[in-house]
Nanobody
Framework: QVQLVESGGGLVQPGGSLRLSCAAS????????MKWYRQAPGKERELVAT????????NYAGSVKGRFTISRDNAKNTVYLQMNSLKPEDTAVYYC?????????WGQGTQVTVSS
């Protein structure tokens, strides 16, 4: 079955960096568009970044453009989110997501807290 497992979250000071990973299994990863979302307390889940199957196209939310980078390693079935210049407003649970045959699959999420 489809499985997505995020890791790499934690507590970081403003201006710091973190790299999130999402390990995927149960589907043809190299053919899938992958997405990172986040959900802050009391807010709706929002799309942060998207990467196409070969990694040739990437899109970002305006709030993270220039600070976050999405990438993937199809040999390792893993998608990454490099987060630099972190701000307190980046505090959220971060999820990876894949859509397969009109069904959405989510990981369990990883908490990112940006605080001094």
């Amino acid at each position: 079955q489809v499985q997505l497992v995020e890791s790499g979250g934690g507590l970081v000071q403003p201006g710091g960096s973190l790299r999130l990973s999402c390990a995927a299994s149960g589907f043809t990863f190299s053919s899938a568009v992958m997405k990172w979302y986040r959900q802050a307390p009391g807010k709706e889940r929002e799309l942060v970044a998207t990467i196409t199957s070969a990694g040739s196209l990437r899109n970002y939310a305006g709030s993270v453009k220039g600070r976050f980078t999405i990438s993937r390693d199809n040999a390792k079935n893993t998608v990454y989110l490099q987060m630099n210049s972190l701000k307190p407003e980046d505090t959220a649970v971060y999820y990876c997501k894949v859509d397969i045959q009109s069904r959405s699959y989510w990981g369990q999420g990883t908490q990112v807290t940006v605080s001094s």
